[in-house]
Structure formats: structure tokens, C-alpha cells
Antibody, heavy 116, light 108 residues
Framework: EVQLVQSGAEVKKPGESLKISCKGS????????IGWVRQMPGKGLEWMGL????????RYSPSFQGQVTFSVDKSNSTAYLQWSSLKASDTAIYYC?????????WGQGTLVTVSS | EIVLTQSPVTLSLSPGERATLSCRAS??????LAWYQQKPGQAPRLLIY???NRATGIPARFSGSGSGTDFTLTISSLEPEDFAYYYC??????????FGGGTKVEIE
């Protein structure tokens, strides 16, 4: 069974750093792109970008380029999304999803709350 | 950037009624379009891909149509569990993907 399991909710202060995770199982992790999607409170889905676990080829949405960093640990079938300096406007649910042409499997989401 | 515009923003219907949701692209996406369903507190779920193909396990009451710039998701007879948010997504300009703003299907 294909599963993507994300790390738990986080509460951070502005300016702090954060790295959240997305662990894949039940399929060949290195053979599918992983996408990241943001959903701000009460809002729709925003595509942030993609990473290919096999070679860490990364593609960012222009809206998120320079704001976040994607990475992977192939040995642990885990993808990561990180911020070096969080802002209040980063408060959202972040989803990872496997891309097989389209996003066919999704993680459960990680709620990130940034508040002073 | 390809912009997807969904309409209506909210659709108020009763169980058993037919729902028709629209997604319009700012330029042609051929049939590189998907539909997702999202219920409160849950991750999105893939319903339709390639504009008209149902994903695994999706009931036959869900159907997708269209090509180019105009697409439709139809739910032939609404079940109580179908009241949710629906999003379209294009991959014509991969890796530059985009989602529509969403349509809420609510109980009238």
C-alpha cells in the first residue's frame, strides 16, 4: 500500500527555522516526483514545487523560489521541506504528494503555525 | 503561467441532484487536467485525470469532460459524502503546475 506519512504539527516563532518531513512507503520512492502543496487557512491549494528523489532535481514555483528548500534522504525514503526564517504568513497546512503524471497519493498534511 | 478559473465558487444543491462544476484555463492545456476532492480536515483526493479518466476507486457518478481551455466535472447524483471542495489542476506546462481556486459544493 502506497503511503506518505508527514511529520506532526509545529508551532514556531517568526524568524525561526523549520524542517518538516514526508516519508514514503509501499512503492519505489526514487522513481516518482514528490510535490509540495500549501493550503493557507480557509484557502485553496497552491503548488510550491517538485523534487525527484533519484537525483534531487528540484523545480520551484516562482512564488516560492528562494523562500523554501526541498531535499530528500533516499536511504530513508523521506522528502523534506524547510524554511530558514519563518514568517507569520507561512502559517498553513503543507501537503506532500506523489506525482505519477498527477498527484495520486497525498500525505495527511502538516500544520505549521508561526506566531509570536 | 497558466491560470485556472473555477466556477461557481459555491454550488448549493440537494442530495440526488446533478452537480456541474467548471474549470477554465487561460490558455490551452489540451487534456492535461485533473480534478481533486477535498473534505474538511482531509488531504485532497484524485478524482479525474487526463480530463476524463476516473482514478482508481472513484464511483461512476463522477465524470470529467472537456479539452483545450474549458473543462467540466459532473456528479450525476449527489451523495451526502460528495459535499466537499473540488479543485482542478493542470500539468500542460510541467513542471509549472497550477491549481484552480476551488468550488465548494454545499447542501442547500
Amino acid at each position: 500500500e502506497v503511503q506518505l506519512v508527514q511529520s506532526g504539527a509545529e508551532v514556531k516563532k517568526p524568524g525561526e527555522s523549520l524542517k518538516i518531513s514526508c516519508k514514503g512507503s509501499g512503492y519505489s520512492f526514487t522513481n516518482y516526483w514528490i510535490g509540495w502543496v500549501r493550503q493557507m487557512p480557509g484557502k485553496g491549494l497552491e503548488w510550491m514545487g517538485l523534487i525527484y528523489p533519484s537525483d534531487s532535481d528540484t523545480r520551484y514555483s516562482p512564488s516560492f523560489q528562494g523562500q523554501v528548500t526541498f531535499s530528500v534522504d533516499k536511504s530513508n525514503s523521506t522528502a523534506y521541506l524547510q524554511w530558514s526564517s519563518l514568517k507569520a504568513s507561512d502559517t498553513a497546512i503543507y501537503y506532500c504528494a506523489r506525482q505519477d503524471h498527477y498527484f495520486d497519493y497525498w500525505g495527511q498534511g502538516t500544520l505549521v503555525t508561526v506566531s509570536s | 503561467e497558466i491560470v485556472l478559473t473555477q466556477s461557481p465558487v459555491t454550488l448549493s444543491l440537494s442530495p440526488g441532484e446533478r452537480a456541474t462544476l467548471s474549470c477554465r484555463a487561460s490558455q490551452s492545456v489540451s487534456t492535461f487536467l485533473a480534478w481533486y476532492q477535498q473534505k474538511p480536515g482531509q488531504a485532497p483526493r484524485l478524482l479525474i485525470y487526463g480530463a476524463h479518466n476516473r482514478a482508481t476507486g472513484i464511483p461512476a457518478r463522477f465524470s470529467g469532460s472537456g479539452s483545450g481551455t474549458d473543462f467540466t466535472l459532473t456528479i450525476s447524483s449527489l451523495e451526502p459524502e460528495d459535499f466537499a471542495y473540488y479543485y482542478c489542476q493542470q500539468r500542460r506546462n510541467w513542471p509549472a503546475l497550477s491549481f484552480g481556486g476551488g468550488t465548494k459544493v454545499e447542501i442547500e
